[in-house]
């Protein structure tokens, strides 16, 4: 039971941790464009693999 004590701590503070995490990459633009990746990766680009 004294287990209890250590883990509720120790999970608060990794949530935190996570939150602020999500919150930094959120304000840097991390996830700001979500749809040019996807596009990027269908394109059939064989001028750029040259170079």
Known sequence: ???IYFMIPVAL???GLF???F???VRSGQYEDLE???IR???NS???ETK
């Open 46 to 48: 064989e001028e750029e």
């Open 23 to 25: 919150v930094q990459m």
């Open 36 to 38: 040019t990746p996807a």
């Open 19 to 21: 939150v602020v995490g």
């Open 1 to 3: 039971m004294e287990v």
């Open 41 to 43: 990766m269908l394109e």
């Open 13 to 15: 503070a990794l949530g």
